[in-house]
């Protein structure tokens, strides 16, 4: 159980495009949802915050209109990458959590999705 | 703040040497969990434990076990008899207490750990 998938899991696009990005939790609800953005031979690090139904909270530095997330249900959570540029190219990694399940704090990850932009 | 140091950028051994992997976290709160992850080179996280700071005891399981020191401020994993595949990037973490369901997790900047043949 608890199982978090996302799709696509590598994509390339051109300079100037949008990318969509989105993060399924299979097997149960999860009430928060995290994306995070790893570069390559570094830390993930967290980009934004988002519970179903409300906007997300994004960490400084992160742009809230270039990176859109939407959490729509209790088992998606889409990123769009707007506009995307060669230094937007990064391994974004989703996870989910429910309370409750897997013990408190306890965060489910995705595969990734690698995304290269020429 | 959080703050999650992993010193040991990259570590190499040889197979079936022991291997210990240093993380040292900073917070305020006096309630808060700790993680290891396991990276292998297909990106995908694996979740390895998950301590409580009101648990101090030692954890064993298989080849891993973990030593956690409140005093120093430190959660050391040791890999003992070292295999190839234990060939990853490993990751300390740290994530506050909340009532929600989940907050957010600061991770260190992980340990390449090669394990030669």
């Known amino acids: 159980g608890a199982v978090v998938s996302q799709h696509p899991s590598w994509v390339i696009c051109k300079s100037g495009t949008s990318v969509k990005i989105e993060c399924r939790s299979l097997?149960?609800?999860?009430?928060?949802m995290f994306w995070y953005r790893q570069f390559p031979k570094q830390s993930l690090m967290l980009m934004a915050t988002?519970?179903?139904?409300?906007?997300?909270?994004?960490e400084q530095g992160v742009e809230k209109d270039k990176f859109l997330i939407n959490h729509a249900s209790l088992t998606l959570s889409t990123l769009t990458v707007t506009s995307a540029h060669p230094e937007d190219s990064s391994f974004y990694i989703c996870s989910a959590s429910v309370f409750g399940r897997g013990g408190k704090n306890e965060q489910f990850f995705g595969p990734g999705t690698r995304l290269t932009v020429l | 703040a959080q703050k999650v140091t992993q010193a040991q950028t990259e570590i190499s051994v040889v197979e079936k040497e022991d291997v210990t992997l240093d993380c040292v976290y900073e917070?305020?709160?006096?309630?808060?969990?700790l993680f290891w992850y396991k990276q292998p080179p297909s990106g995908e996280l694996v979740f390895l434990i998950r301590r409580n700071s009101f648990d101090e005891q030692n954890e064993i399981s298989g080849r891993y076990s973990w030593n956690f020191q409140k005093s120093t401020s430190s959660f050391n994993f040791t890999i003992t008899a070292s295999q190839v595949v234990d060939s990853a990037v490993y990751f300390c973490?740290?994530?506050?207490?909340?009532?929600?369901?989940?907050?957010?997790?600061?991770f260190g900047e992980g340990t390449q750990l090669t394990v030669n043949p």
């Open positions: 917070t305020r709160d006096t309630t808060y969990y």
């Open positions: 973490a740290l994530s506050e207490d909340e009532e929600t369901s989940g907050s957010r997790l600061t």
């Open positions: 988002s519970n179903e139904g409300s906007k997300a909270t994004y």
């Open positions: 097997d149960f609800q999860a009430t928060t």
